[in-house]
């Protein structure tokens, strides 16, 4: 028989862990810690790394879209149609001069590219080129003061400010005065977008009015390099039929050199047999990643060894090339 006192004092006493006991269950409790933890930050890191990569594909695909959209557009003169080439010889002129007898001059080269600055009006970034697409808007509309209008019969065309009767072409024009078998021709706002990269930036200015002003589109773009197929007619002899029969860089064109197929001696010819354009775009994440460091080569332009090799950065930016070819659809349907 047990002892009351002793079963009193065995009542009284405490018993806990021991030392050992102890730093095991702290042992234990932190690893625990320490893979949560872990897990936590690759999971953060992996997220982080995931949409990096959704806004560069997103940002990549929405710039592709953007100049495809208007590059198919590209060349639309509502009811005019060029009858072999042009009534009004074609310049290569500035696109930031916005004045209607300046953008007669150029208006039936659909689609022009540049290597450097064409104006005082863009500040492209290094590396980059400039695209300028000319058309008229789908939409007809009343001319309104203190926009462009380009107004067209199937042989004629006026383009112009309401507003101010000298700024109008051709020379002698003063008002929207074409007339249809309807009545009153259409009249459309003219359309000459110039896009260029500013600071990884897409950039745009459209000539709607006097004063455009630059439209930023999508970020995340690096460098924008083009091609351009040309329906020269290929072999010599052979008739234009709306397909291009080679693509050029920009440089080619401009330089007259390197071209592989008979094509006219002078820039603005070429310009006009544009009939497709292979756009090609590095795009960037915009933020960097310390796990991971770009040491590749991109090719924008394979027509141009110079200025198409984008050597490897070794920075930690993740890079994507997107590239598309687009048809004229105006340009070279009529060719068909």
Known sequence: MINPEWRLKLGNHQFGFSLIELMIAMVLGLTIVAAVATLSLNATRSYRVMNQAGELIENGRYAIKVLKDDLEHAGYYGLFTPLNGKLVPQELINPCDYTPSNLEKAFLLPVVGYTSTPGSCVS???????????????????????????????????????????????????SFNLKNAGGAAPSRQYHQAIYYVSNGTLMRRVTTDGNPVPQPIVDGIEKIQYQFGL????????????????????????????????????????????????????ARSQETDGNYLDKKSYVLNPDDGTEGQISPQNDNYHRRVFSQVVRLINVSGRRE
């Open 124 to 174: 492209p970034d290094s590396g980059t080129e400039v695209l300028v697409i000319r058309r008229a808007e789908v939409n007809e509309e009343t001319p309104e003061s203190g926009k462009v209008y380009l107004q067209t019969s199937p042989s004629k065309y006026v383009i112009g400010y309401l507003a101010d009767t000298s700024l109008f072409a051709p020379s002698g024009t003063t």
């Open 231 to 282: 329906d020269c007619g290929a072999p010599p002899g052979t008739a234009t039929d709306g397909a291009p029969d080679a693509f050029l860089s920009t440089n080619s064109i401009q330089s007259l050199a390197n071209q592989k197929i008979q094509c006219p001696v002078n820039p603005e010819p070429a310009w006009e047999n544009v009939v497709a354009v292979r756009v090609n775009i590095l």
